[in-house]
Every structure is written in structure tokens, then in C-alpha cells.
């Protein structure tokens, strides 16, 4: 099927960025990066863990660093209205006879 990205995004991750960048955001917005770096470093999370963690206004914070490149938004995948769309570690091949897992190494 065709997979596209949709609806309001409520994932994001740090990206590698360069000091200019950093120097540049805003203060309120600096004082997030920091609580991310400490509590997520590279890895995947949702606005409502930011909510969770003491900063209620995040939507706004997060925008002004996903604009700077410094944080990367990751949308819902939809598919067809109805259907279930999953995002896995894995590329996996549903068969007949069972599942394949495609990029599992040797």
C-alpha cells in the first residue's frame, strides 16, 4: 500500500547539530534541549514525556528547535482510513506459511 505522513506529530529525536546552531536558540528553548539531551540523548520520545517533565508549554519550544534542525519530528505513518500501519525495527514479509524477517543480519 501507499504510506504517508499525517496528523499532528507527537514524535521527535535530537539530531546532530553544530554549536552555531545551539548558540542561536532561544533561552527557554536551551533549557529543553538540555532536559532531552539528559533524558533521551539520541533516542526517539513524545511530547507528552516533555509534558511529564516539567514542561508544559512544549509545542512551542519543540517547534522553535525543530526549525532550527536541532530536534527531527517523525509524524504518524496512515495508510488506507481504516488499516493499521506499524513502524518496527525490522522490515518483515507476512506470508501464508508465516513471517520473514528481512533485515535481520547472518
Known amino acids: 500500500g501507499y504510506v504517508m505522513n499525517q496528523g499532528e ?9 553544530s554549536d552555531w546552531q545551539l548558540n542561536a536558540l ?9 532536559f532531552i539531551d539528559s533524558r533521551f ?3 526517539p520520545f513524545c511530547g ?4 511529564s517533565g516539567g514542561f508544559p508549554r512544549w509545542q512551542e519550544q519543540i517547534k522553535a528547535l525543530c526549525n532550527m534542525g ?4 517523525y509524524p504518524p505513518l496512515c ?8 513502524q518496527y525495527e525490522h ?4 506470508k501464508p506459511s508465516g513471517k520473514e524477517v528481512l ?3 547472518p
Not at 507528552?48 to 509534558?51: A, E, F, G, I
Not at 536541532?70 to 519530528?73: E, F, G
Not at 495508510?79 to 506499524?86: E, N, P, R, S, V
Open 9 to 17: 506529530c507527537s514524535h521527535f529525536m535530537r539530531a546532530s547539530v
Open 48 to 51: 507528552r514525556w516533555l509534558h
Open 79 to 86: 495508510d488506507i482510513q481504516g488499516c493499521y500501519t506499524a
Open 91 to 94: 522490515t518483515i514479509l507476512l
Open 70 to 73: 536541532v530536534v527531527r519530528m
Open 26 to 34: 532561544p533561552k527557554d528553548s536551551k533549557k529543553l534541549l538540555s
Open 41 to 43: 540523548d539520541t533516542l
Open 103 to 105: 533485515t535481520r543480519g
